[in-house]
């Protein structure tokens, strides 16, 4: 069975002249929010109930904020 891609995925180029520069802003904020998240994440005691639910939460936030950051905004246009 050929496991082969159907072919190439769309340019950078088309993708950017896809993305509202608002959205992409968004987007990239959301990331890098992320990042210096994960960056900042000392080692945790594992027996610690407490602080590993606070990172459960923070990380559940911040996956709510991608998630928003890359959601489509045609399903909400003309819209009050």
Known sequence: MDR???GPGPSAADVA??????????QAAAIEE???YVENIRPTD?????RL???????EVL???VAAAFADRT???GQA
């Open 75 to 77: 399903d909400t246009e």
């Open 46 to 50: 594992l027996t610690d109930a407490g």
């Open 17 to 26: 002249a896809t993305v509202d520069p608002i959205q992409a802003a968004a």
């Open 53 to 59: 639910v606070g990172h459960l939460m923070n990380a």
């Open 34 to 36: 992320v990042r210096v």
């Open 63 to 65: 996956l709510m904020n």
């Open 4 to 6: 082969s891609p159907a």
